[in-house]
């Protein structure tokens, strides 16, 4: 019996004299270029958010931009589609003449268009369709009207805007914006057939 409690001893020894002569690990790895990197496998992790129930008040607040979203939403992509039609017509253009003439023609066809639509609108709704065709665009209102219709035009109607409470030169920002990155939300459910 001394001697297995013996052997057992000096087994021990020099298994922890071998353990301490390795360095490192052994992991699973690859190799990428010169390096190697661990891998390792991981349980599928199912994340869930907690979303704080919203109070009467905001939800009566994100009922009405969604509705002014799908009311202004569909103005503002069939107007992205007509000022792109028309920027391909202008850069199509031989000279001047023809570029104004492609001008007077898009800010007339664009004036007819949507005269009709936008006339009813609410001063909430008039601002987030700024907006949207801002976000459609990457051009502010005022600019698409100065450059269809001249520069003329585009002061009547910022005047005419702002006495309204309306600007026209205001940008789409859903990075800084809160409602502004509400209504891309709101957006991606209407292109996602979500709303």
Request: glycine fraction near 6%; aromatic fraction near 10%.
């Amino acid at each position: 019996m001394k001697r297995f409690c013996l052997t057992a001893v000096a087994v021990c020894f020099l298994l922890i004299a071998n353990a301490q002569n390795q360095k490192g690990i052994t992991v699973f790895g690859t190799i990428y270029g010169n390096d190697t990197i661990p891998l390792s496998y991981l349980e599928p992790v199912v994340v869930k958010g907690y979303v704080s129930p919203l109070t009467e008040q905001e939800q009566k607040k994100y009922s009405k931009l969604i509705r002014n979203t799908k009311k202004t939403y569909p103005i503002a992509k069939q107007a992205q589609q007509l000022i792109n039609s028309y920027s391909v017509m202008m850069n199509k253009a031989q000279n001047d003449s023809q570029k104004d003439k492609i001008r007077k023609q898009a800010f007339n066809d664009l004036k007819f268009k949507f005269q009709e639509k936008t006339k009813n609108l609410n001063k909430e709704q008039s601002v987030l369709l700024s907006k949207l065709i801002y976000r459609q665009t990457g051009f502010s209102s005022y600019e698409l009207i100065k450059d269809f219709g001249g520069g003329v035009k585009a002061t009547m109607a910022k005047t005419t805007a702002k006495a309204m409470g309306i600007s026209l030169k205001e940008k789409f920002d859903a990075q800084n914006n809160e409602q502004d990155r509400i209504t891309e939300r709101i957006i991606y459910c209407i292109e996602a057939g979500k709303l």
